[in-house]
């Protein structure tokens, strides 16, 4: 009889193994497809949106209206993560990974194909906006569903940290790729081109992704978590409804600990391919490895802070990331406004290495302030609420404080206000990293 346990045993641990690399694996790939879209999307509006899908009258403005459907996706985010958490509370984690992956491939792909300002008028960007939107809502759906799925793998909480960091790594891996696809098309065609057609490949190119995203995700199992709760709730639950009425301090603490980090995140990276052409009157392509640089610092220490976060806790390295994006928020723009290509890379890079704290721990911290029964729909809301106060209005207040001012300062100023909040609302709640998610909530 010994013999035979030991031999189960030896059994069974190698596809409790296989089944955490098959879902984290599902997790990261499906997100990578989600945000490379949206990283597309953002290039695409900084550098070639204002000529083709807005109006040429007054450059501000155009830049402006393209920023703002950017933007749009963050308000859309919310709403998608109150449905699909809903439904993934209600029905299942994995039915929320293959839905949302669709409908973000789908939209990104028709963006590929849409007719432009020129040739149909204004139709060109309603429907802009229209497929912002739905991309929009399948991003504000997909975290939640990835995040939840590896951490509840994991529920006695020994590697929740770094298992969550596999999921953020998908956004630095996307900006990286989808800013690569963007340079290597710029130097591979004349900007007549890429005015008339190369834009287009890189949201053709997201076929690719859908396919390969859909086939791994097609054979990962359903929350062994949410399996046990099915089984054990007979009741008729309202996940939203619960969330709104008993996990107010969880949604308040969860949204300032997630607002500074999509703004550090643009301002950071992204309005760097607005400021420095248009600003400091600088190659586009310096703005563009900065970003580069910024990804690759992100790539780099996204794990490390989720291996932080499991040894000292969340708490701690979300402090580090907040208090430290405050101060660098001020040296980050002495550095840029040195026009000096190497301090613009540098400043990218170091700024990228705080956001990494400050996201990291975002997908573990997250969910662990909400119960089994309602945590898709919990962190889903918290982490895509504060987006649209972070990166939805991040670009457009960033550019029209420079418009104002004509300085660098306030935008500083705005960037290490929100910094501050992360580390407060980190102060404000308890530590979680300890904690099995059958208690949490």
């Not at 912002?132 to 509840?152: D, K, S, T």
């Not at 859909?214 to 709730?233: C, N, P, Q």
């Not at 107010?248 to 703004?263: P, T, Y």
């Not at 802070?305 to 101060?327: E, H, K, N, S, T």
């Amino acid at each position: 009889m010994q013999a035979v346990s030991t031999g189960a045993a030896a059994v069974k641990a190698p596809a409790k193994k296989q089944s955490v690399a098959r879902v984290a694996g599902a997790s990261l790939a499906g997100t990578t497809l989600e945000f490379y879209d949206h990283f597309i999307y953002g290039s695409a509006a900084a550098l070639v949106f204002p000529k083709l899908f807005f109006p040429q009258t007054d450059p501000l403005i155009a830049t402006l209206l393209s920023l703002a459907s950017y933007g749009v996706a963050f308000v859309a985010r919310p709403l998608g993560g109150a449905v699909f958490g809903h439904f993934g509370d209600k029905i299942g984690r994995k039915w929320v990974l293959i839905v949302t992956l669709l409908m973000m491939g789908v939209a990104t792909f028709c963006i590929g194909l849409l007719p432009t300002y020129a040739s149909v008028g204004v139709l060109a960007p309603l429907l802009l906006v229209l497929l912002r939107i739905v991309q929009g809502l399948a991003l504000g759906g997909e975290w939640g569903g990835a995040a939840i799925m590896v951490n509840e793998l994991d529920p006695e909480g020994k590697r929740r940290g770094f298992l969550g960091s596999l999921v953020q790594l998908a956004a630095p891996i996307c900006l990286l790729l989808a800013n690569a696809v963007f340079a290597l098309i710029t130097w591979l065609v004349s900007e007549e081109a890429f005015l008339s057609w190369g834009w287009r490949v890189p949201f053709l190119l997201s076929a690719i992704l859908v396919g390969v995203g859909m086939y791994i995700r097609a054979s990962v199992h359903e929350s062994g978590m949410f399996e046990k709760l099915e089984e054990t709730s007979g009741e008729s639950r309202a996940p939203i409804k619960e969330v709104l009425s008993n996990y107010k301090k969880q949604l308040l603490i969860a949204f300032g600990a997630r607002l500074g980090g999509d703004i550090a995140f643009y301002v950071f990276t992204l309005f760097l391919l607005y400021y420095v052409p248009t600003k400091l009157g600088l190659p586009r392509s310096i703005a563009l490895n900065a970003v580069l640089m910024g990804a690759v610092a992100q790539i780099l220490f996204i794990p490390v802070a989720g291996l932080l976060a499991d040894r000292i806790g969340r708490r701690p390295v979300l402090m580090l990331g907040g208090f430290g994006g405050a101060v660098w928020a001020f040296i980050f723009f002495l550095m840029v406004n040195t026009s000096n290509p190497a301090l613009i890379m540098l400043s990218s890079f170091v700024g990228m290495v705080l956001v990494s704290f400050m996201f990291s721990p975002l997908a573990s911290f997250l969910p662990e302030l909400f119960a089994t029964r309602v945590r898709v729909t919990g962190a889903s809301l918290g982490f895509q609420f504060a987006g649209v106060f972070g990166g939805a209005l991040a670009p457009l207040i960033a550019v029209s404080l420079i418009d104002r001012f004509g300085s660098t300062t306030p935008v500083a100023i705005y960037l290490a206000v929100v910094c501050i909040l992360i580390a407060l609302s980190a102060m404000a709640a308890r530590e979680t990293a300890r904690m099995n998610l059958s208690d949490a909530g």
